[in-house]
């Protein structure tokens, strides 16, 4: 009997099983081979991780209000800058020129311009929040170039008929995009706006670069700050998983949702 | 419709935006559309009189479309006037988004916001637009939708209606505007078969009560015995019109005698 005379459902039956006991060989290995002892202390330090609390709350709620602040901020100024886009004129240059600086310069270098260099140019000049308020506006506007053109997609997206039927009812051009366009706009570009949410949400660590005060750390600063103090990667893991913890309900939540407005539509 | 809410249509508008007494709903003079290259309005003169139901017919392509959406201005002429109760809605200094109130327009597609109950979109514009409060903008809405005999579907979204019941909410919707004229743009192309008659009928029953109408159709049973003139284009240009017996049962133009050897 060769491997041909067997039945091709067995067959594939065969090749999942295998598949899953190399799998399984291999995680085996690489258990064996590690040194346990050396990744507790150094990586699940039950003692160091105890003493993150509480100031781990302080980060983890930090970077919500960062998150939020920049996400809320930049999508307003965002659906501006789309409208502004699909206009005519200087305005429609302006967005232009806005969207392709924020979009091509890094947002790492956006957020040094901001929260350093022009607190430093110009002494007078306080952001709300201070230094790290600074390097907020500088997510912000960050965010808003990559939402406009998301949001642009989505007033593309909304059939054409919708703006006539909304015109014909003697409806304005404005009146016609905040009430009719717009709702429908969002509704579509929900999954590329929560994948901008959560790609914020970490971006929010590049503040690290700009020295917080002891109560505006967000969680990669506190994680990076502790690191130092303990000599210990324990932080790194803990500020990990209290990302994962803030970034996979969000998108469950948003999922939800979406299927529960796709019924509705 | 009679009462204080048809007076509000004409509720702070400046005098050059009110209907002038007499003159005809609609008035094209000399009409002409290009789209790039392509012409396709040649030279169009119709005049449609209060309480006439004009049934525009003819091939695809022939322009009756265009000709139908130049009337407010969804499409704007190239060429020529529009005058909608005598009043050049191509000046820029008219009011042209409060006349369109006055002028109902249904779409193949319906058109319906999608986001919103049927309720709403048939009181959205009501308050936008006319400024009437919620309340009486819903007493109106549900006027209107009883109309169409949709009052069980009120909390409805569109999604959740037949092809033929949404085209009887935006039927619904625009005549909550209180309009003086309706234009139907191939109104039951769009739907199962089945579902034409329920359509039809409720702009019968519009016909019946006066309402001016210009129809874009292929239903020729409608045109024929609704319509009180029937109209047939071809190429960007009318090349027959008079009362429905006429035009289609003895047409005189070649080409309309071929084109209705072909959907006959």
């Known amino acids: 009997m060769t491997l041909s ?64 602040i920049a996400f809320v901020v ?124 959560v790609m914020l949400l970490k971006d929010t660590s590049l503040l690290s670069v700009i020295g917080a005060t002891l109560t505006s750390k967000e969680l990669t600063t506190f994680a990076t700050d502790n690191l130092a103090i303990h000599a210990n990667s324990t932080p790194l893991m803990v500020s990990a998983v209290v990302y994962l913890i803030i970034s996979v309900p969000l998108t469950y939540v948003v999922g939800r949702l979406e299927k529960k407005m796709a019924v509705k539509k | 419709m009679t009462g204080p809410e048809a007076i509000d249509r004409y509720k702070d508008l400046h005098p050059r935006d009110l209907p002038i007494p007499g003159a005809p709903p609609i008035e094209l003079i000399g009409l002409e559309k290009f789209f790039g290259d392509n012409h396709v309005l040649r030279g169009i003169d119709l005049t449609i009189s209060k309480g006439e139901v004009v049934c525009v017919i003819g091939p695809s392509g022939s322009g009756k479309s265009t000709l139908l959406r130049s009337v407010n201005l969804l499409e704007w002429p190239t060429a020529g006037r529009v005058l909608i109760e005598g009043i050049d809605i191509q000046n820029p200094d008219v009011n042209l988004d409060r006349i369109r109130t006055r002028i109902g327009m249904v779409f193949q597609t319906f058109n319906l916001f999608p986001h919103m109950t049927v309720l709403r979109n048939v ?26 005999g949709l009052s069980d579907k009120v909390d409805a979204h569109p999604s959740q209606l037949s092809g033929g019941q949404q085209q009887r909410v935006a039927i619904a919707r625009s005549l909550s505007m209180n309009p003086d004229m309706m234009l139907f743009d191939e109104p039951t192309s769009a739907l199962d078969p089945e579902l034409v008659g329920e359509v039809l009928a409720v702009m019968r029953d519009l016909a019946a009560e006066g309402m001016t109408m210009m129809v874009v159709t292929h239903e020729m049973g409608f045109a024929r015995e609704v319509g009180s003139r029937v109209i047939f284009m071809d190429e960007g240009q009318i090349i027959e019109q008079g009362v429905p017996e006429q035009v289609i049962n003895h047409p005189r133009q070649p080409r309309t005698q071929a084109f209705l050897s072909k959907v006959l």
């Not at chain 2, 009181?123 to 939708?145: F, N, W, Y």
């Open chain 1, 5 to 68: 005379d067997i039945r091709p459902t067995t067959r594939r039956r065969i090749g999942r099983i295998s598949s899953y006991v190399i799998f399984l060989a291999i995680v085996v290995v690489a258990c064996l081979f590690a040194d346990w002892s050396v990744i507790k202390q150094n990586f699940f330090n039950a003692k160091v991780a105890g003493d993150l609390w509480p100031g781990i709350v302080r980060a983890a709620v930090n970077t919500i209000v960062y998150t939020v």
């Open chain 2, 123 to 148: 009181t959205v514009a009501q308050e936008k637009v006319l400024g009437r409060s919620a309340d009486q903008a819903r007493q109106i809405a549900l006027a209107m939708i009883d109309r169409v």
């Open chain 1, 74 to 197: 930049g999508l307003a100024m965002a659906i501006v800058l789309a409208l502004l886009k699909m206009g005519h004129g200087p305005f429609k240059w302006f967005a232009v020129a806005w969207i392709e600086l924020f979009r091509g310069v890094p947002a790492l270098l956006t957020i040094f311009f901001f929260g350093l260099a022009l607190p430093m140019a110009f002494p007078g000049l306080r952001f709300p929040g201070g230094l790290t308020g600074g390097g907020i506006v500088g997510l912000m506007l960050v965010t808003s170039a990559y939402t406009a053109e998301i949001i642009r997609a989505g007033i593309e997206a909304v059939p054409k008929g919708q703006r006539e039927a909304a015109r014909s009812l003697g409806m304005s051009h404005l009146r016609t995009t905040v009430t009719v366009i717009l709702p429908q706009a969002i509704r579509i570009v929900i999954p590329p706006l929560t994948n901008e949410v």
